[in-house]
């Protein structure tokens, strides 16, 4: 079971971080992806990470600006999201499952957090 939290409203250039709660037997099995979902558009990916070396790899369009982190506890891993823009606005989700950019790749879901960013 997966539990995003930390969406809001914001202002262009603006930054939220992320939050996706899990159990550590989850994050140490899976690598855990961050995808968003704009209205009336797919589901895309933003980023992943790797539990055991901590590799990362992330979307052309948030590539140095996101970034993705996991406390050393295992429970948690955090999408800190710097300089906004409008088109980021979406719903985010945390999955776990493959090192993939693929939605298909991942087999468990968090609910999503809304992050809205205003012009």
């Known amino acids: 079971q997966l539990q995003a939290s930390g969406g809001g409203l914001v202002q262009a250039g603006g930054s939220l971080r992320l939050s996706c709660a899990g159990s550590g037997r989850t994050f140490r099995s899976y690598a855990v992806g961050w995808f968003r979902q704009a209205s009336g558009k797919e589901r895309e990916f933003v980023g992943v990470?790797?539990?055991?070396?901590?590799?990362?790899s992330y979307a052309d369009s948030v590539k140095g600006r996101f970034t993705i982190s996991r406390d050393n506890a295992g429970n948690t891993v955090y999408l800190q999201m710097n300089s906004l823009k409008p088109e980021d606005t979406a719903v985010y989700y945390c999955a776990a499952g493959a090192y993939s950019r693929a939605v298909t790749g991942y087999a468990y879901w968090g609910q999503g957090t809304q992050v809205t960013v205003s012009s």
């Open positions: 990470i790797t539990w055991t070396d901590v590799s990362t």
